[in-house]
């Protein structure tokens, strides 16, 4: 039927008196919840819908709470497919008519996922680099950020990574709307004493935390914690078991909530001097340059990253460091050093507070050893190939836990994301690209893999065990419609361009094409458009 006027102005119903009885399909778009979320509007609305019915397509905007599509002779529409407003994508098949479809919504972005083959099979460590060197990205404000610092290390426990046939076995995934380009990786192995532990500062701060290997005693126990409304929590503290602090609820928008503390007590056996460290691991669940900008034109409290405080001998509390990041992703261990923190004649208390969603999996501390013997030694990657592998199935324990990717299972191979358009590596041997920093390096596209081998050393002597630290140095850059330059490989990054402002022009006018051409017909030989992701149901 039509509602319209008539040529005086008088408001007129056409009535669809037709014989053919045409079917229709509505189907109503709806955002799974509001609190914690916000990475899309109640309705959808701004995104995209496309059915596909037998032989029919149809494609349209989501302008209001009701989307209709008129099936003509089919009776029902066999998938829909909707692109949220953020880039997320749902599908659904066998549609009831008048459906009503949630939006089901996972990270788009965060960075590549590592694993490694622990003896059994390939398990999920951790998301690993480039994590920090985040190109195009608005963080607090409406300026597009450069990258901040391009190297980043992060440690595989060592029973975490055994040698299979003589050699360390690695991968690298990855698998959100993204792209990556890998400068440098290599694998530090680290032999210290029996008794010993080390650790590197796993943050993402400004300044970025100092790239060291720290040798401890063994980390021990809170005497007691409790968060900011007096409940105790250091059961949940205790042991890196997968069960994270999560009682400070959700705010408007993902990965920002209300100001909050997890107060500790080191217990009587923290010593008064010498080095002191505390050692807490979690994961964050990140904002994302879209929230970030409405946050910012929301006039919304701003993301707050940690602070620590400590007692200030009359009952109170003080400041004692600020801006000191967050954790870098999922199963990250951050180091604060505790050295000259408290004030004389005070307990070894502290609060750790921010109002992002920092989730806790445990709080421990540790004795400082600087003057320990450790044995590093850098690997370089025996094999490096870089090879399409697909996506891998994602499981989500709880809304505490971080999503974690099942490197055993895929979910499917074909395109998943509206991918950055543009020439990406090549698959094959890419060792050349990443020996060392020098802004040549791998261009890595959703879907791809790089597959490392790493020569194993002798084992370590008698009473001394073994750690690992993946040493990586590049940049990472998003399909976040709101992120600069967000939909193409260019321009490229480099270590001496500290902004990204320029605009993406021809790839023959870009600085690092001109500095090194020959990648481009050696490596740099595959394009990617996503034309294969906007015809997914126009295909037979």
């Known amino acids: 039927d039509l509602l319209g006027l008539s040529a005086d102005g008088q408001p007129v119903r056409l009535t669809n008196h037709g014989s053919k009885n045409y079917h229709w399909q509505v189907i ?10 916000q990475r899309i509007n109640s309705f959808g609305v701004g995104g995209e819908m496309e059915i596909r019915s037998g032989l029919l397509v149809q494609k349209q905007l989501i302008t209001g709470p009701i989307v209709h599509f008129g099936l003509g002779e089919q009776t029902t529409a066999d998938v829909v497919r909707i692109v949220w407003p953020n880039g997320s994508v749902r599908a659904e098949f066998e549609l009831k008519a008048d459906q009503e479809i949630v939006a089901e919504q996972r990270l788009k972005g965060s960075c590549p996922f590592l694993f490694a083959y622990d003896g059994k099979a390939m398990n999920f460590v951790k998301d690993c680099q480039p994590w920090g060197a985040a190109i195009g990205l608005h963080i607090d404000t409406l300026d597009p950020k450069g990258a901040l610092s391009t190297e980043e290390w992060f440690k595989i426990d060592g029973d975490r990574l055994v040698p299979r046939d003589g050699a360390y076995d690695l991968r690298i995934t990855a698998e959100l709307w993204e792209t990556y380009y890998y400068d440098h ?14 650790f590197v500062d796993e943050r993402f701060s400004i300044p970025s935390p100092e790239l060291q290997v720290r040798t401890t005693d063994r980390p021990r126990e809170l005497a007691q914690a409790q968060d900011d409304r007096g409940q105790d929590v250091a059961e949940i503290l205790r042991a890196r078991d997968g069960k994270y602090l999560d009682t400070f609820g959700r705010g408007k928008y993902q990965g920002l909530t209300r100001d909050h503390y997890v107060e500790v007590d080191l217990g009587a056996d923290a010593p008064v001097e010498g080095p002191l460290w505390l050692i807490a691991t979690g994961w964050l669940h990140p904002t994302d340059a879209s929230i970030n900008i409405a946050i910012q034109q929301g006039g919304h409290e701003k993301p707050q990253d940690l602070s620590l405080e400590v007692p200030d001998g009359h009952g109170g509390w003080v400041e004692s460091k600020s801006h000191l990041g967050f954790p870098a992703g999922r199963n990250k261990t951050i180091l604060l050093d505790l050295k000259g923190v408290f004030l004389p004649n005070t307990p070894r208390r502290l609060r750790l507070r921010t109002n992002l969603e920092v989730y806790w999996d445990s709080i421990w501390w540790a004795k400082g ?21 697909g996506h891998s199935i994602i499981t989500q324990a709880n809304d505490s836990s971080p999503e974690t990717p099942d490197y055993n ?32 390096y791998v261009i890595m596209n959703s879907g791809d893999e790089m597959a490392f081998r790493f020569a194993a050393p002798p084992q370590p002597p008698s009473g001394w065990v073994r750690d690992f630290v993946l ?26 361009i500290h902004d990204y402002t320029t605009v993406a022009s021809r790839l023959e006018d870009d600085l690092v094409y001109r500095r090194h051409p020959e990648d481009w017909q050696q490596y740099h030989t595959r394009y990617v458009s996503p034309q294969g992701f906007q015809n997914a149901l126009r295909t037979k």
């Open 28 to 37: 109503r778009p709806r955002a799974k919840q509001a609190v914690g979320d």
């Open 185 to 198: 990786l290599s694998l530090m192995v680290v032999d210290h004493p029996a008794g010993t532990d080390i």
């Open 369 to 389: 050893l600087p003057g320990t013997e450790i044995k590093t030694t850098r690997l370089a990657p025996e094999t490096a190939d870089l090879r399409y592998r």
């Open 409 to 440: 299972k895929i979910a499917g191979t074909v395109q998943r994301w509206r991918d950055l358009i543009g020439y990406y590596t090549r698959f094959g041997d890419v060792r050349e690209l990443l020996q060392k920093a020098d802004d040549r």
């Open 471 to 496: 040493v990586g140095d590049g940049w990472i850059k998003d399909g976040d419609y709101n992120s600069t330059f967000s939909k193409t490989v260019l321009p490229l990054p480099a270590h001496d």
